[in-house]
Every structure is written in structure tokens, then in C-alpha cells.
């Protein structure tokens, strides 16, 4: 005997039915998402939906070419670069950055490991993670860096470093003991670095040395110094102002860094006038100093005429038992000698710089004005320095006040909640990057610890980073809705404090996470203290660039980089 579908004998099913029904198309979907649906759970109990991650899903891609591994968009925007009308003044190696920001991913380098760590990677590096050789066969005789199995071996040596870079950096001592190594002298700037050797070995005498060069056919030379542990930026002397403020450097070095200082009536040696602290030295180690042939003897002659017109003084020219000769300049402390020209040129400027005023702004043929009461603007000594009240602090009354609470928050935050609490593996860190770094307290705050950290202010920021070079430390402008002039992969960690809230007024925060995915090493830290609005909104975008997060006392991000990198699967999909 058959019986008969209740439901086939009622022509209206039964409440009891229908819930029945709906019951079971409930279950259905719920079983059904369960399967592709989850929710993340971070630190403290915020979490995000696949309705959010999968907004912040965006399609990753490989970028691609033949530089997509050590892909800088503001210097591989080859289209612009083809556009230039000039390139006499290396406008190719400045910054032309592309419009829509690119949202690529920087493919990692085959064999890409774990950087050697910190200080054995001052002289030995991975070979897989930088692996060109073009230095390796152009400076094959100067001992800049030698090929070993799987390592890049840096034995100090130099195109001017015959009897290596520490005999080097003695000999200009002697030279000149004002000098004194990491008391008088502590924040140095090194133009045409070369490999950072330079500034690599000046880490001893406790001087902070900001090495640069552009990106030229000498392949990888920043990518090698910032994989070695040393401070290090991309940058070029060409149509525009360096990213940093007057009157920064203790002194500015150059050998054989192949910049003609008196091209263009001396526009870029004025450049540097204006960089260097008053007082400062300019060490000037080339052919020109102690080489007679004609060629060399008017290079001289003109470097000669022009730093008498920017009333620099000679206070040493020697050469060394290596043969190899250097001069050094120091910059006036007073109007005296200006005065005095009987021909005003370069002139003067006609003011004082307004703040942040080098970002993209032609160079000048004029002397950069001096501070005020600039002979007694010398920092004190280090270290005393780096806490004392900067000779460029703002004059308002609460100023000092001001920067003192900074000082004391900043040991306070990192002593015992940054290296304390927040599960960060502080042995693994030696390039460190602070994106907004107001008075440098973070950077202070760190200094006894074997890391460096980069000072980045923001252009729409307060303009702090004279004080932040008056206290010994070093840093850069930037504006974080453009990609910042270093190689991929070349940060442990990048920290900021309440940055994102200015920034997403005039920029994607999807494209500022890119970067940052960009120039952090995988195994790599971010550390953001912001708003939870603007946690809630990073979060799910760094989730799906497949990080690690955790989020503590609704106020500080951690986020750890993997080896992830997006597939055709990952596209497809």
C-alpha cells in the first residue's frame, strides 16, 4: 500500500509544513556558507566578516616586466621617462610618478630568504636576495664587494679606500680632529655612496650616516647598502631640491661621487650649502684635489672659484700615503664674509625658506639665508643632543614644554607596551621606518637598541624634521599618496602614530597599504597606533594581502608580512 504525500493531498500547506520547509532552506544556505564563509577574529576581539575581507579582495596581481621584482613606481615610470624633453641634468633619475597609483605586487626574488641579521649583514648578505653582479664586475679591483658561493661578501673597500674604509674615516680625522667622530660630528650625509661602505663603518664612531645615490647603471647600489643594515635612500642631484631641510648635516662627504659641483652657476653645490649646517665640513675626496693633468686642474680651478664665491673656507687639503687627496670646506657661521664680496654673486636668497618647501622644488642659484644667532646653533654635543632642547624648536612658550612631554611619552610607550606587549620579535629588526614621526620620539626612544630608523615627515604634516636633525637623528619628506624612493623589501618595520585620518582626505588607503606591502621584507612588522575607524578599515585590506593582524587596547595594528605573493589561482579565483 502506497500512501499518499500529505503535501500533495492539502492544496495550501500546513503551518506546521511551512515551517518545516523554511527550516530546512535555512539550514541549506547556512551549511552552504559555512563552507566559504568565515569570520576573523583579531587581537583584542574585533572582527571582520567575509563581507568586508572579501571588499578589500581586490584581485591582486604580480607586477610585471623586467624590473617587477625591484619595482619603485615613482622611479620606473618608464612611459614619463620617455617623455622627458631633457636629460642633461638627470631628470631620468628623478621622481616621475604614475597616475592611477600602480596596485601591483613586487614579485620576490628567486630564493628570497630571511636577511642576514644584524651586524653580521654589515659584510656578508644573501645572494638570492639581491642577485645582480654588475658591481661585482665593474668594481671588481676596488674591493667594493666580491661574489662568495651564496653570499655577497663587503670588504670595506672603495674607489678612494685603497687601504679600506676604516683607515679612511681615521685619516680624515687626522686630518682635521674638530672633526671628533660622534661628538661634534654625528649626522652625516654621503653623496654617491657607492655601496655605503662609508657610512656602514662610520656606525662605530656613533655617527649617523644618510647615504645616497640614484638608481644608474651601478645596479642595486642602495638595494645592497639597506640588505647590509645601513641607512640608506634613493636620490639624485639633478633639476630639484633634496628632500631635506636647510641647515640639516654636521657634514656632507663625497668621493668621487662624479657630480659636477659648478654646472649651472653651481646649482648643486649651493644645493648642498643649504643642506649643511652652519660650521658644517664638506669633504670633497676626488682626482680634481691631487691629480695635476690639465683636465683635473680646471675642474679645480673651478671648484676653487666657486666655494670662495659661497664664502666656504679651506681648513684641510692633504693626501695620504695611498696617494689618494682630499679637501675639506666648512660653510660660514655669519654674514661677515658675504658682506665683504666685491661681486654679490651667487646672491644671496631673498628669505628664509618657508617650511617643507623641498618637496618638488627646482633648485636655486642663490646662498641659502643663515639661521638666526646661527654661530650659536651648533647642537650640543652627542649625546647629549638627542634630548636637549633642539636649537630649532619653535619659539612659542609651550614648545620646549611640548617636546619634553614627547620625549617622556615615547621612551615611556616603547619601553612597556611597544617591546613588551605587542608579540613583536625585536631581535629580527634593524631597518626601522617611522611614517609620521613628529619630533623623532619613537626614533629616540629606540636609540640603544641595534636598529636605525628613518624619519619620515609628511608634507601636509607640522614640519619637526630640523628638530629631528638637531637631535642627531636623520630623516625625509614625503608625501604617503606617492611611493617612497627605496628598493622593495627593504624595511623590517614601519611604524605610525594617528597618520591615516590626513592622509585618506587626499589619498586611497588601499594604495598607501600597497606600499607598504611593497617596501616591507616578508617576515616583516607594521606597528600603527590610530582610531579603531581607521584599524576597522586597514585591517581587512592587509588580511587579504594574506598578513598576519592583531589589534591591542583598540588602539595599536600589528601586522606581519609573509612570503605570499598572488598566483593565476589567486587571480582566477
Not at 656632507?252 to 659636477?260: E, K, M, T
Not at 679651506?314 to 654674514?335: E, F, H, N
Not at 642627531?472 to 624612493?485: A, M, P, R, V
Request: hydrophobic share 40%; charged share 20%.
Amino acid at each position: 500500500m502506497i500512501t499518499a504525500n500529505p503535501f500533495q493531498q492539502r492544496k495550501y500547506p500546513s503551518v506546521f509544513a511551512l515551517s518545516v520547509l523554511l527550516l530546512t532552506v535555512a539550514v541549506f544556505f547556512l551549511i552552504k556558507n559555512a563552507a566559504v564563509s568565515r569570520v576573523v577574529v583579531v587581537g583584542d576581539g574585533t572582527s571582520f566578516s567575509d563581507d568586508v575581507l572579501d571588499s578589500a579582495m581586490m584581485k591582486w596581481e604580480l607586477c610585471r616586466g623586467p624590473t617587477a621584482v625591484d619595482y619603485i613606481p615613482c622611479l620606473d615610470d618608464f612611459a614619463a621617462i620617455k617623455k622627458l624633453k631633457s636629460r642633461k641634468h638627470m631628470e631620468a633619475q628623478e621622481r616621475h610618478c604614475p597616475d592611477p597609483n600602480p596596485t601591483c605586487l613586487a614579485p620576490l626574488p628567486t630564493g628570497y630568504k630571511l636577511p642576514v641579521p644584524w651586524p653580521k649583514s654589515r659584510d656578508i648578505i644573501w645572494y638570492d636576495n639581491v642577485p645582480h653582479t654588475k658591481l661585482v664586475k665593474f668594481k671588481k679591483v676596488q674591493n667594493w664587494v666580491r661574489k662568495s658561493g651564496d653570499y655577497f661578501v663587503f670588504p670595506g673597500g672603495g674607489t678612494q679606500f685603497k687601504d679600506g674604509v676604516a683607515h679612511y674615516i681615521e685619516f680624515i680625522e687626522k686630518t682635521l680632529p674638530t672633526i671628533k667622530w660622534g661628538k661634534h660630528v654625528r649626522v652625516v650625509l654621503d653623496v654617491g655612496c657607492g655601496v655605503a661602505s662609508f657610512g656602514g663603518y662610520l656606525l662605530d664612531k656613533n655617527v649617523t650616516t644618510m647615504s645616497f645615490a640614484p638608481r644608474d647603471v651601478h645596479e642595486a647600489q642602495i638595494q645592497f647598502a639597506l640588505e647590509r643594515g645601513i641607512p640608506s635612500t634613493l636620490s639624485v642631484i639633478g633639476t630639484q631640491k633634496l628632500t631635506f631641510p636647510d641647515d640639516a648635516y654636521d657634514l656632507i662627504h663625497c668621493a668621487r661621487c662624479r657630480v659636477q659641483w659648478d654646472k649651472d652657476g653651481g646649482k648643486p653645490l649651493l644645493e648642498l650649502n643649504r643642506i649643511l649646517r652652519p660650521g658644517g665640513f664638506f669633504i670633497w675626496s676626488a682626482t680634481p684635489v691631487y691629480l695635476k693633468d690639465e683636465a683635473h686642474r680646471n675642474v679645480w680651478n673651478a671648484m676653487v672659484t666657486l666655494t670662495e664665491s659661497m664664502c666656504w673656507k679651506i681648513v684641510a687639503k692633504t693626501v695620504d700615503a695611498s696617494g689618494i687627496g682630499l679637501v675639506i670646506y666648512q660653510k660660514p657661521v655669519s654674514y661677515s664674509c658675504y658682506e665683504q664680496r666685491k661681486d654679490n654673486r651667487p646672491p644671496l636668497c631673498d628669505h628664509k625658506r618657508s617650511l617643507n618647501s623641498s618637496w618638488y622644488v627646482l633648485l636655486t642659484n642663490c646662498i641659502s639665508r643663515l639661521p638666526v644667532d646661527s654661530n650659536l646653533n651648533w647642537p650640543k654635543r652627542w649625546p647629549q643632543r638627542l634630548s636637549s632642547k633642539p636649537p630649532s624648536l619653535a619659539t612659542e612658550p609651550d614648545a620646549e614644554e611640548a617636546f619634553k612631554n614627547d620625549t617622556k611619552h615615547w621612551l615611556a610607550l616603547v619601553s612597556d607596551v611597544y617591546r613588551e606587549d605587542l608579540g613583536i620579535n625585536w631581535s629580527s629588526i634593524r631597518n626601522v621606518m617611522d611614517m609620521n614621526a613628529g619630533y623623532g620620539g619613537f626614533a629616540a626612544a629606540l636609540i640603544y637598541q641595534p636598529v636605525w630608523v628613518m624619519n619620515v615627515i609628511p608634507i601636509d604634516a607640522q614640519d619637526t624634521l630640523s628638530v629631528i636633525f638637531d637631535r642627531g637623528l636623520i630623516g625625509i619628506y614625503h608625501d604617503w599618496c606617492e611611493s617612497f624612493n627605496t628598493y622593495p623589501r627593504t624595511y623590517d618595520l614601519l611604524h605610525s602614530s594617528l597618520l591615516f585620518a590626513n592622509l585618506t582626505r587626499r589619498c586611497n588607503i588601499r594604495d598607501v597599504a600597497v606600499e607598504m606591502d611593497r617596501i616591507l621584507r616578508p617576515g616583516g612588522y607594521v606597528l600603527i597606533q590610530d582610531t579603531m575607524e581607521m584599524i576597522d578599515k586597514l585591517s581587512p585590506i592587509l588580511h587579504s594581502l594574506h598578513w598576519s593582524i592583531n589589534v591591542y587596547r583598540h588602539q595599536f595594528l600589528v601586522g606581519q608580512k609573509g612570503f605570499w605573493r598572488p598566483s593565476v589561482a589567486d587571480i582566477e579565483h
